[in-house]
């Protein structure tokens, strides 16, 4: 395997291995706003997680604003006994990314990566997320500010901003700036989520990597479902080092489950159940959430069965945690009986 720049890095290297033994990519789960907090880094932790979790994107401004920063703690909001994730900031001016990456050894954080591809709008007025591959200077420029902090510094980009060719260029200007780790989505700014992504530029990207940067690790983004599917795309294009999921956990809490196999309505209420105590404990101890933001999971955990879809009407129609354990304890003994036949 590539060995890694970085003691951090080298670790979870080393400590990626099948069920022989054999070394294998590592798995990590992508950031994703309003999702990857330490509410559902724990869910998912709890259905079988990845090598590796990402906070949600956190601006780096507001974390050395005096003010503004009590207003994105619970992006950055680690529980005990949780496995440490990666810190994922972003901005466009150098001094807020050096102040925001200085902050984060004290909470804890043993590594940062700079978000270049968030293609929301608002994240590109500010001259930030996607829109930096439009300003490589700049780009380049946080990269060497992050780099103060002293912790070990990776990039998730996209392929470009307008059209797919543009990652020749830019993807270079990256690697050419020796990060530890780039990750790419294989889709542009433009493409958002709709097109397909370009695995076949997968062999092309491993060429320039060990061309430029041969010490810096390769991980790969987009229409990756779950850990088989990355095994597969990992030992189709020998080179890569790390697969990273985001949608598909969406789709299939379970989705880096080593053997896949079939898991009962139990169990994924159960999923659901430890989510809205973990809910609970943040809105307590940390920030208050917003329920709203609950319910884009019902479809996540209560799918595939009969009347599932008048069950989960039900539940959007809730407005508190407890209301949605009524309701669950109102049909659970039904649900599972109805499965077991």
């Not at 470009?160 to 260029?169: A, I, L, Q, R």
């Not at 983004?221 to 990273?244: F, R, S, T």
């Not at 879809?309 to 354990?325: C, F, K, P, Y």
Request: proline share 4%.
């Amino acid at each position: 395997m590539r060995k890694a720049k970085s003691a951090y890095w080298q670790k979870i290297v080393d400590e990626a291995k099948d069920e022989q033994g054999n070394p294998r990519p590592f798995f990590s789960m992508a950031p994703m706003e309003a999702v990857t907090d330490t509410i559902f880094r724990r869910v998912v932790a709890q259905a079988g997680g990845p090598d590796i979790y990402y906070t949600e994107f956190t601006n780096a401004a507001s974390m050395v604003h005096p003010e503004a920063k009590f207003s994105i703690q619970g992006r950055l909001a680690v529980a005990e006994g949780e496995q440490m994730p990666i810190a994922q900031i972003w901005g466009s001016k150098p001094e807020a990314i050096e102040g925001a990456a200085k902050l984060l050894p004290e909470m804890g954080y043993e590594a940062v990566d700079l978000n270049m591809g968030c293609p929301d709008g608002t994240v590109i007025k500010n001259s930030a997320g996607s829109d930096l591959i439009r300003h490589p200077d700049t780009a380049l420029a946080l990269i060497e500010a992050a780099k103060k902090s002293t912790l070990p510094v990776s990039v998730k980009t996209r392929l470009g901003f307008y059209k797919v060719d543009e990652y020749h260029d830019w993807l270079e200007t990256i690697l050419k700036a020796d990060v530890q780790v780039l990750t790419i989505h294989l889709r542009t700014r433009k493409e958002m989520s709709k097109a397909d992504a370009h695995c076949e530029l997968i062999d092309d990207i491993i060429a320039m990597r060990d061309r430029l940067a041969p010490n810096t690790l390769l991980q790969i983004n987009g229409d990756i479902k779950n850990y088989q599917e990355g095994l597969a795309l990992a030992a189709a294009h020998p080179g890569v080092d790390g697969i990273m999921i985001g949608r598909g956990v969406l789709e299939d809490p379970y989705a880096f489950n080593h053997e896949q196999k079939a898991h009962d309505l139990s169990e994924s209420i159960a999923l659901l159940k430890l989510q809205l105590d973990l809910f609970d404990e943040v809105t307590k101890t940390v920030t208050p959430k917003h329920f709203e933001a609950l319910k884009r999971y019902f479809k996540i955990y209560l799918r595939g069965f009969a009347h599932a879809s008048q069950l989960r009407q039900q539940l959007m129609e809730t407005h508190a945690t407890d209301e949605v354990r009524a309701i669950l304890a109102e049909h659970e003994g039904d649900l599972v009986q109805n499965e077991d036949r």
